[in-house]
T-cell receptor
Framework: EAGVAQSPRYKIIEKRQSVAFWCNPISGHATLYWYQQILGQGPKLLIQFQNNGVVDDSQLPKDRFSAERLKGVDSTLKIQPAKLEDSAVYLC???????????????FGPGTRLTVL | ELKVEQNPLFLSMQEGKNYTIYCNYSTTSDRLYWYRQDPGKSLESLFVLLSNGAVKQEGRLMASLDTKARLSTLHITAAVHDLSATYFCAVDKLAGNQFYFGTGTSLTVIP
C-alpha cells in the first residue's frame, strides 16, 4: 500500500515570496491533515479536511496561509507571502474515516522542509 | 487551548536500562497517541490508548493511560540503540476537533 506522498521535499524561498506544497493521501482515506513542525517542537495542526470540506482550521494563519482539497483527494497548502517564522517542516497526514472512529490512526507523509531566507 | 507536556525533554540512557517518559495534558481527552520520529523522518504511530487504564505493549515499549490524572506513560524496558528517536504523545479531543502534540522527548540510547 502506498503511503502519503508529499512534494516538494525541500524548498528554499526568500521572505515575501509565495510557496505551495502538495499532498496525496493514502487511497481511500477521507480525512486529511496539514501540520507545521518547527524545529525542536511537536507538530501543530493547521487544518483538517473531511473529504473536501474543512473540519477545523482554527490554527491556520488565514492572512497568509490557505489550503484546499479539491475532489476530496489531493490537497495543496499555500503560503503567501512567506515570513521568516514560517521556516518549518510541513507534514501531511491522512486517516481512514471520520474522527469519531474507534481508532483512526493518522499516517504521515515524509514532509516538506521549508526554509525562508 | 489544550496543553500537552512531556518530560523529560531529553533523555540519555544506557543500553539495558529501564526508563519512563511522561505525558500530561490539561483537559479531558478522548484518545491519546504515541508516535516515534527518527531524525529527518516523518512520524510513525506506536500506540492508541482509548480509555482509562488502557495498557498497550509492543516489544520493549509499553504505554499506559490514566484519564483521571490526565497522564500517559511510555515505559522503555531494557533499552537498545534502535530505540533512539524522538517520542511524541498527542491528545485527541473530538469535541472541538482538537488534536495536539506534546513537546517531544528526545531519547538517546548509549551502547
Amino acid at each position: 500500500e502506498a503511503g502519503v506522498a508529499q512534494s516538494p521535499r525541500y524548498k528554499i524561498i526568500e521572505k515575501r515570496q509565495s510557496v505551495a506544497f502538495w499532498c496525496n493521501p493514502i487511497s481511500g482515506h477521507a480525512t486529511l491533515y496539514w501540520y507545521q513542525q518547527i524545529l525542536g517542537q511537536g507538530p501543530k495542526l493547521l487544518i483538517q479536511f473531511q473529504n473536501n470540506g474543512v473540519v477545523d482550521d482554527s490554527q491556520l494563519p488565514k492572512d497568509r496561509f490557505s489550503a484546499e482539497r479539491l475532489k476530496g483527494v489531493d490537497s495543496t497548502l499555500k503560503i503567501q507571502p512567506a515570513k521568516l517564522e514560517d521556516s518549518a517542516v510541513y507534514l501531511c497526514a491522512s486517516s481512514l474515516g471520520e474522527r469519531g472512529l474507534y481508532t483512526d490512526t493518522q499516517y504521515f507523509g515524509p514532509g516538506t522542509r521549508l526554509t525562508v531566507l | 487551548e489544550l496543553k500537552v507536556e512531556q518530560n523529560p525533554l531529553f533523555l540519555s540512557m544506557q543500553e539495558g536500562k529501564n526508563y519512563t517518559i511522561y505525558c500530561n495534558y490539561s483537559t479531558t481527552s478522548d484518545r491519546l497517541y504515541w508516535y516515534r520520529q527518527d531524525p529527518g523522518k516523518s512520524l510513525e504511530s506506536l500506540f492508541v490508548l482509548l480509555s482509562n487504564g488502557a495498557v498497550k505493549q509492543e516489544g520493549r515499549l509499553m504505554a499506559s493511560l490514566d484519564t483521571k490524572a490526565r497522564l500517559s506513560t511510555l515505559h522503555i524496558t531494557a533499552a537498545v540503540h534502535d530505540l533512539s528517536a524522538t517520542y511524541f504523545c498527542a491528545v485527541d479531543k473530538l469535541a472541538g476537533n482538537q488534536f495536539y502534540f506534546g513537546t517531544g522527548t528526545s531519547l538517546t540510547v548509549i551502547p
